[in-house]
């Protein structure tokens, strides 16, 4: 099955018709919503563009990946999804905004035509492009005197990486291929071009929301405060130019569509639909996007259509993240090995023991989160700071109320438990109780394939002391499944387990 990954940079979900917006039409994705299954409950794993990408590259959090802001590189040693895919015989390529560092390194793709920003300066693949076309530009947009895309919509950035995917989709259509689109809005330059065909329409977004909010966390307050006290009406220009954006993207979203429907690669061709992390878009008085536990910034759209594991045409209120993406395309190429922490979505959705109670945030180390579908917690790590909130009421903290004090401490359990999954768990198997294996499988359903194994029961005398003391003399058994490390150096107890099982 081909795989192709189509992410936007800031889009949050309530700006799109298929999430319940009434004044913006995205009729294309729309149709991936009903050709698949929206989901309700998806989370970004860092709000912050590289790191979020980065998460979504490796299947690892923050703290393990170690981007944990832009510009920053990989930690050594870690596994990438393009190379996995092509290890599975995939033609991979990457059109748009990448945003790793450096900013040239594919990370396995064979082939990437770049849109980065300013980070690649006169090799970027796109300012290169506009400028063989129109040698007068000096920058990498091409703006005219009202800070608008200057030429036809033709050659806007966004429909230039639509139209590259399609282009590698045609040279390699005969071949399995895994596409990453990744196109540049709605973040900023709030540019569409007005040149547009009349396409996207100028429309008075909806206000944003209490403006004058003043945050609880200093953390927050700080960083609220960069942005100047801004008029309603900035807001609002804001937001209109941020929804015509939105408009242009979901008629290139459409151009996909229509050219895997024309050469009968659609219905086997697994899409996914997501961004790196929301947009407060004027909300609580800020645009930034940082260590807030805002939904506005915090949710993200995750559609993924034509799974075949999967029906079509429906909103599931399932726990996923975008760090999810590289599990869910390896389960389409027929990979089921681990890719750090992700989860294929699809075998979320058809096997509860597999899916998530809590799911995991971070912003650097500015702010750890936890959220499941009715309340969201964070915690300012050295600030001593935590708010803890309903989902559905997000400016009421409830974190000193005594009767929300279970919910507080089960939260901080939690964040303690991904923290130390975020470094690596280190526990020495005679240590993996029945609880403590239970407690891992919850946060980590594939621990028992990746940790690493030390000092587990070495004898049928160890055995027989924890019968006797009633309690489970096999709760090391699954270490058979790691028979070669555990014959190496652990003996003639697991040398006879493997003879004999």
């Known amino acids: 099955m081909n795989v192709m990954v189509i992410l936007c940079d800031q889009l949050r979900p309530d700006f799109l018709a298929c999430y319940g917006n009434q004044q913006i039409k995205t009729p294309n994705i729309d149709i991936l919503y009903h050709d698949g299954v929206l989901f309700n409950h998806a989370i970004t794993s860092s709000p912050v563009c590289a790191p979020g990408r980065a998460c979504m590259m490796t299947g690892r959090y923050v703290s393990d990946h170690n981007v944990w802001t832009n510009d920053v590189p990989f930690r050594e040693g870690v596994e990438f999804l393009p190379q996995r895919m092509k290890n599975n015989g995939y033609k991979c ?51 005219d005197s009202t800070g608008h895309f200057a030429y036809p919509l033709e050659e806007y950035y966004e429909h230039w990486m639509a139209s590259k995917t399609i282009e590698f989709i045609e040279e390699n259509k005969s071949n399995n291929f895994f596409t990453w689109t990744s196109f540049q809005g709605p973040h ?52 209109g130019e941020y929804a015509r954006m939105i408009q242009i993207i979901d008629y290139e979203v459409g151009r996909l569509i229509s050219y895997l429907k024309e050469n009968n690669l659609y219905e086997n061709t697994l899409i996914i639909f997501s961004v ?169 359903p594939n621990y028992k394939k990746e940790i690493p194994i030390v000092f587990p029961i070495a004898s049928q005398r160890d055995r027989q002391s924890l019968i006797d003391a009633g309690l489970d003399g096999d709760y090391n058994e699954f270490c058979i499944e790691r028979d070669d490390e555990i014959v190496q150096y652990y003996g003639k107890y697991w040398t006879d387990k493997r003879r004999f099982t």
């Open 188 to 239: 900023g330059p709030m540019d569409a071009p007005l040149n547009d065909n009349g396409l996207a329409e100028w429309i008075d977004i909806e206000d944003p929301l209490e403006i004058d909010h003043n945050p609880n966390s200093e953390v927050v307050r700080y960083r609220r405060a960069r942005d100047g006290v801004k008029t309603m009406e900035q807001y609002r220009k804001y937001r």
């Open 93 to 143: 390529a990457a059109f748009g905004k990448l945003h790793h560092f450096p900013a040239k390194d594919h990370k396995g793709f064979d082939v990437a035509f770049q849109m980065e920003e300013s980070r690649l300066a006169l090799e970027d693949d796109y300012y290169k492009y506009l400028k063989e076309l129109h040698p007068e530009i000096t920058n990498l947009y091409g703006h």
């Open 276 to 444: 790196d992390h929301g947009n407060t878009a004027g909300d609580y008085g800020t645009i930034q996007k940082g260590p807030m536990l805002y939904k506005a910034q915090l949710e993200i759209p995750m559609i993924v259509a034509n799974d075949p594991t999967m029906p079509k045409n429906l909103k599931s209120d399932l726990l996923v993240s975008n760090l999810d993406i590289g599990a869910t395309a390896l389960k389409a190429a027929g990979d089921n090995n681990p890719l750090g922490y992700s989860r294929s979505i699809g075998e979320m959705f058809n096997n509860p023991d597999y899916q998530r109670k809590v799911i995991y945030s971070e912003f650097c180390d500015s702010m750890k989160l936890v959220s499941n579908k009715e309340y969201r917690m964070a915690y300012y790590p050295f600030a001593g700071e935590c708010e803890l909130v309903k989902i559905d009421d997000e400016l009421v903290d409830l974190s000193d109320k005594p009767e929300y004090q279970n919910i507080k401490e089960k939260f901080m359990k939690d964040i303690i438990d991904f923290m130390v999954l975020t470094k690596g768990v280190k526990i020495e198997a005679q240590d993996l109780t029945p609880k403590v294996q239970l407690g891992l499988k919850e946060k980590w």
